[in-house]
C-alpha cells in the first residue's frame, strides 16, 4: 500500500513540475486538460483507498487535498469562460 502512496504523491509532484516548469503553457489545451484532469483523478483515488485502508491517514488526507485542488484548478483553468472567451480546452 505504501507503494501506491507514493505513486499518488508522484503524480502531484509531476503535476506541480509540469504547472511551475511552464511546461503545461506550451502543451496542447486538451491535452494538457487529459493530463491534468487524469493526475488529480489518479491521485485523488489512490489518497481514498488507502485512507479506507487506514495506511498513515494523515498523509492520505493531505493527498486527497491536494488532488482536489488540481481538480478545482484544471475546472477553472480549461472548462470555465473568461470575459466572454470561450473555454481555454474549445481554443
Known amino acids: 500500500m ?25 502543451m496542447n489545451n486538451i491535452f ?3 493530463v491534468c484532469f487524469s493526475i488529480s483523478l489518479l491521485s485523488l483515488f489512490i489518497g481514498i483507498k488507502s485512507l479506507k485502508q487506514q495506511f498513515k491517514p494523515v498523509l492520505s488526507r493531505i493527498v486527497i487535498a491536494i488532488a482536489i485542488l488540481i481538480l478545482a484548478f ?16 474549445l481554443q
Open 32 to 34: 494538457a486538460a487529459i
Open 74 to 89: 484544471t475546472l477553472f483553468a480549461y472548462f470555465t469562460t473568461e470575459g466572454g472567451l470561450p473555454p481555454l480546452i
Open 2 to 26: 505504501q507503494n501506491k502512496l507514493l505513486v499518488g504523491i508522484s503524480l502531484q509532484i509531476l503535476f506541480f513540475i509540469l504547472f511551475l516548469g511552464a511546461i503545461l503553457p506550451r
